[in-house]
Structure formats: C-alpha cells, structure tokens
C-alpha cells in the first residue's frame, strides 16, 4: 500500500460496549429503537439524599427528566484494577466506566487484554464535565497531595492515560474536551493514527456522567423539552468505547467487522457572533470534508444521523446545513434524504453524542433496517423538510453508506461517513461446515466467586438469545471466541460441556458436574505460584499409527487442518505422496505411516501453540518423533524434516526385507549381550 492510499484507508469497527439509558448491550438497545422506546425518565428519588450533595432542592427541580443508565456508577471493583481505596476515592466514576468498557470493548472485539501489553496500541477518550471534582472539592478534604490526586482522578487526559497503563500500551494516548463532540473528535483522532501506521489498534470513545444535582441548570433544562424539530432532547448519563482498526488488518485477523468509518470531517464555528453559536457554513464545512475524505459524492449517502440536540436555534441551522452539505434541493439526488436522531430515545447524550449516533448506525448495519424515528413533539415549522424523510416506521435499509453528525458546544463540527460490510460467505464446500462439532467446551474464568458467577449468567442471557443458523456451525464459534478472545484468569476457572446450546445451557443453569462446578469448588490451588505452568511435549515415534488418524481432527479443527495441508504440500512436492490418500485408506503402504505420524505431530503442536499452549520445559522425541521434537525446537525446517523422513524410503526402507519390531525386558547389559550372540552368530552364517 501507498502512503497515498494508506492515508485515505478506512478504518474498521471491531469491537464495541457501552452503557445508554434503557440499554447496555446492543440486543436490548435495538429492541427499543424499533419499538420507538422513550428511556427518559425521572431521576430516581433516592438521588435526592443529603449525604449525595443535595441540598436545598425544590420539588420543581427533583421532577426533571433525564436519561438514566441502569447501573450504579458508585459502585467499582478496585481489586480487579488494582487500586488502592485512596487512590479510588479521586477517581472520576467516568474514568472507572471507561475502565470497564474498555475491557469489554476487547471481549466485543475477540481480543484478549494482554495482546496489548507492550503494542503501540491507542487510547483516545473525549468527555465533557468534571462534575466529580467539584463533589471532592465540596466535601472539603485536607489530604496530603489532593491537588495532585484530584487532576490524575478527574482530568480527561488520566482518563485516557489510566486505561493506558492498565493494559500496558505505549502508542498515542490522548484525552478530549470539545463539548457535545468530544467523542466524535476522539474518533477521529483515531482515524488518523491508524492511517498514519502511528498505531495499528485504537480505543476511542467518550464519557458523559451527571453526577451533580440539576439544581444549577434547571432553568436551562425545561425550555428543551420544548423542542418541535422530531424529538425531544433531555441530557442523559451515558458512555461508549469502540474497537478501531485499519480494515486491511482487520480481515487479516479474522476480525468480526462491524461496519467501517470511510470518512472523518471536522470544522470549528469561528466566524460565530458568540462561542458555541453554530452556523449553516460551520457545519456543513465538517460534512463536506467527511465526503471528501471518503471520496464520495452527496448522492451516494441515504441516510443522516442528525446531531438533534433540540434547541430552537441549533436544529433549523442543522438541517439547513445538510440541505446544503448534501444538495437537497440540487435535484441531483434520486430518493430523499433520511435523517433520524437516537437522542429522542435516550437524550442528550452531550460529550458522547458522536459515539451513540454510531451505534444506531452499526445496528442497522447489522439488522439490515432504519428504525422508525420516535416523535415527541410536533414538528419545527421553521424548518424546510422538502426532499427529506422521516421514518414513521421501521425502514428496509438498501443501501451500504450514512453519516453521523456530531457537533460541540465550544464550535467544534464532527461528521462520519459510515459503510455497511457484507461479510463473505463461508464456503459450504469446507469440511469444517459439513459436520457439526461433537462437544462443545465453554470455558470461564474471573478473579472471584462473585464474579465468575455473573459471568456465567452473562452466558446464560447470551445463549438464551443465540441464533443458530443454517450451514455455519455458529455455536462452535461462540465457544471458540470465549477460549481465545478472552484473558483467563488463575484464581477462578470453570468449563461448561455440552453437544448442543440446550445442553450448553443446562449445564449452566444447574451447577451439576457434567458442565460447571460451583465456585465453592473450582478455585484454583496453584494460585501463588510466581511462574508459569511447567510445560512439556512428548513426540512418540513409530508403532503409534493407525489408519484414519487424525483425519476426524483434519475435518473439524481449521488450525489443525491448515498445519497438516502445509506438511502435505510439502510431502507432494518431495516424495509425490498425498498423506490425505492413507487417512481416508486402510491399506498398508511404505512410508505413508512414518510421514503421517510426524504430519500429525507437527500439526498437533503448531495447534496447541495457536491457542496458547507452549512448551516451556522441554521437548522430547523418541525415534521417529525426534524429528518432530527437532522441529519444535527449531533445530530443523519443516521442509528439511520432511525430506529427512521421505529419504527413509530410498536410503533404509527400500533396501529392507520384511520384519517385525520386538520389545525386550532387559536392562542394557543384557541387550547388549544378545546384540553380541546374534551378530556373532549371524556373522558365521548360523542363524536358525
């Protein structure tokens, strides 16, 4: 590739997690946008309390409405991260979440943590309020160094630099403020690191906690509700973190490619009468910038996912810029141009809006359908809709390409281009299709009971919802995604085996042992241990074969399969012999066994060691199998082994008689005296 093309590459979404009003995974949250949910809601009475900070609070200013996430963000596991309970009390629940999604956001991707360690790998994070920081300052603590404390716990940089150093990166690490398009910016700093090879895997995305009571800004509030674009927009806690990658080395890791991001944009509203007053030109400079960064044309786009705050001045404005951005009315397009807003459902998501407004984006990807748009209000009749539509109901999505609009309250302009990926077809020609797997194995671990426990139900929710389909042996990979695409614990560790989700499932649901054991029981002995598992592979030699060997292996494990076809190449090429001819044949032929065993060795061990397992003590090779062992250790190339065993037939086999092979029960002095009487009296020509 080009530096050209490089730095126009798009970019992957691999991976993702977040946490929305009335949604914490994408099932949930895709449930509600078809069925036109509204998950703004009165805050909860019991965030009234005094010992919360609220204090002197009307009744007016309790009943304001707001989008909720549905966890306690008050509540965090710091032994997990390792933090010590003062350094935790200075640290923003914000920075704690984006801890957590992070995490998840790799389990989404099918990336295990400690991949990380060590990589240039990127954190990019955009939030907005420190509201958490003025709680601190509130509460009036004199503790040595708080100052100090307070910037690394609350600042958006930490933020961004903690997740760094808990999984280890060294690549770009950035926080960023720009108001209701902070998320979005951190997106596309994203972008650019990617495509300038700076990094080859970023976390981007942003947070958004409320954590003060609305008395400060209750007048500012019951005015939105006012709103007459499509929707009504309230604020709402809300996070979101994506896994980025360059879409060439997203397929060539076999990444699961959630939509791509052809296009970033970004403008800043300068020539306002104040900051933080958009404009027509303002924004539509972001858009166009978007399209050209995509090379595309206006045309080519259907569908917008409007920024939508609500506001009497910012919506008109906005709509007047994509009439413009995309040439509405140039009578040039040939459909109308759809525009929605998730924000109708959830709120205003303020410093994460870029990144909920992809979300939708990547689920209607994935479904296939625009969600009908939910109306709360009538509609602005200052603004022009001609050439523009609405979704009343859920729409077929044909085409491949949509934007996401993203605008901050500092004048700072966000826009993505956003394609659908059809994933390739497997092929059904492939053994690994023909055959369903025999026995599933789910493996699971965590730090603590607790934990291990709700991961389990996690399973459980998972499964419940799995959809099996025809052809693609999707359970498999569900079980393989958990074994390699997950960091597994020591301290607590369990398996659940079934032939079938319903047995997958039961073994789950009953604790019984022919799936899991309860946590009581599967903690782990060996957890002091300071090193890693002593490991050693034994590679046998002949006498081990039989016909057929392996070959159920060959037909349901693609890592084996793809070793062993690698040793076969090379065996045609060498000897003119097709080891796949002896599995699937019982008859007796010279040499096919001795390479078949080492075929499967070599295929055994390079499996083993794809999924983890390496030999850390020793390698040890009797007969035949120090062949094996010597290619193990790297001693010898795949293509002098395989030489080295098919020279057998020429130099030893071809020149032998028929014979058999005898174990004797003796020790060495008395072999070696029997070698001596039968070579003696073989020598003298009196052999019986």
């Known amino acids: 590739m080009t530096s050209e093309t490089a730095r126009e590459e798009p970019v992957a979404i691999v991976g993702v997690a977040f946490r929305l009003p009335g949604a914490n995974d994408g099932a949930t949250l895709w449930k509600n946008l078809m069925s036109r949910t509204d998950s703004v809601g ?58 957590q999604l992070s995490w998840e956001a790799l389990e989404n991707a099918g990336i295990p943590s400690k991949s990380l360690r060590g990589t240039a790998a990127s954190v990019l994070v955009g939030t907005w309020r420190d509201e958490y920081k003025d709680l601190i300052l509130t509460a009036g603590t004199t503790e040595g160094g708080e100052e100090v404390r307070r910037y690394l716990g609350c600042s958006t940089g930490n933020s961004a630099a903690r997740i760094a150093q808990f999984f280890g990166t060294i690549g770009p690490t950035e926080g960023i403020e720009a108001g209701c398009s902070a998320s979005s910016c951190a997106i596309g700093a994203a972008v650019r690191h990617l495509r300038a090879k700076r990094t080859n895997l970023a976390l981007a995305g942003g947070a958004n906690l409320i954590l003060k009571p609305f008395k400060a800004c209750y007048h500012l509030l019951v005015g939105v509700r006012c709103f007459k674009l ?125 990144a909920a407004g992809l979300l939708k984006v990547l689920l209607a990807m994935k479904y296939g359908s625009i969600p009908p748009q939910l109306l709360t209000a009538d ?81 459980i929710q998972a499964l419940e ?20 695409g997950r960091h597994h614990f020591d301290e607590y560790r369990s398996i659940a085996i079934g032939c079938n989700r319903a047995e997958l499932l039961h073994a789950l649901q009953t604790d019984s042992k022919s799936g899991i054991e309860a946590p009581s029981q599967i903690k782990n002995k060996s957890i002091k ?66 390479l078949c065993i080492f075929a499967l060795e070599y295929s055994l061990l390079n499996m083993w060691m794809e999924w983890g397992v390496r030999p850390n003590l020793c390698v040890v090779g009797h007969s035949l199998g120090e062949v094996a062992a010597a290619t193990a250790c790297g001693v010898l190339s795949l293509a002098t082994a395989v030489r080295l065993i098919a020279s057998l037939r020429q130099n030893v086999m071809d020149e032998m008689g028929p014979g058999q092979m005898a174990v004797l029960m003796a020790d060495e002095s008395k072999t070696c005296s029997m070698i001596y009487e039968y070579t003696k009296k073989y020598r003298m020509g009196k052999l019986g």
């Not at 569900?478 to 074994?483: L, T």
């Not at 040793?567 to 599995?583: P, Q, T, Y």
């Open 379 to 459: 509609l602005n009749p200052l603004i022009n809709f001609d050439g523009l539509l609405i979704p009343k109901i859920a729409q077929e999505w044909k085409g491949s390409l949509a934007g996401v609009s993203s605008f901050g309250i500092t004048g700072t302009n966000t826009h993505l281009i956003l394609e659908r990926v059809v994933p390739l077809a497997a092929s059904k020609t492939d053994p690994a299709l023909r055959e369903r797997t025999p026995l599933y194995i789910l493996p699971f671990s965590a730090k603590s009971a607790g934990a291990l426990k709700c991961l389990k139900k996690k399973h």
């Open 42 to 99: 009165v805050v909860q009475s019991s965030r009234w309390a005094i010992e919360k900070g609220c204090r002197g609070l009307k009744d007016e200013e309790k009943s304001v409405r707001a989008g909720f996430i549905d966890i306690d963000v008050d509540k965090f596991d710091s032994t997990f991260w390792g933090l010590s309970p003062l350094e935790l009390g200075f640290i923003d629940p914000q920075a704690r979440l984006l801890l």
């Open 465 to 484: 919802l799995f959809e099996e389909q025809d052809g693609d042996d999707l359970l498999a990979a569900y079980c393989y995604s958990a074994s390699t």
């Open 230 to 354: 499509m929707l009504m927009v309230l604020r709402e806690l809300t996070e979101g973190l994506s896994v980025l990658k360059r879409v060439t080395d997203a397929k060539l890791d076999g990444d699961n490619i959630l939509g791509v991001i052809r296009g970033y944009g970004s403008s800043q509203d300068g020539l306002s009468r104040n900051v933080g007053t958009p404009t027509v030109d303002g924004e539509a400079k972001a858009m166009l910038a978007a399209l050209e960064d995509a090379a595309l044309t206006p045309q080519e786009i259907g569908w917008i996912e409007m920024h939508g705050t609500g506001t009497m001045v910012g919506d008109p404005i906005e709509v007047a810029a994509t009439r413009l951005a995309y040439q509405v009315s140039s009578g040039k397009r040939s459909n109308p141009l759809i525009i929605t807003s998730i924000k109708a459902n959830i709120g205003h998501t303020e410093s994460v809006s870029g």
């Open 529 to 594: 241990r300071t090193g890693p598992t002593p490991i050693s592979f034994l590679f046998p030699g002949h006498g081990c074969q039989y016909a057929g060997m392996g070959f159920e292996l060959y037909n349901t494990c693609s890592t084996y399969r793809r070793y062993f076809d690698e040793v076969n190449s090379h065996v045609i090429n060498i000897a003119g012999i097709d080891l796949l001819e002896w599995l699937q044949d019982d008859k007796d032929k010279p040499v096919y066994p001795v």
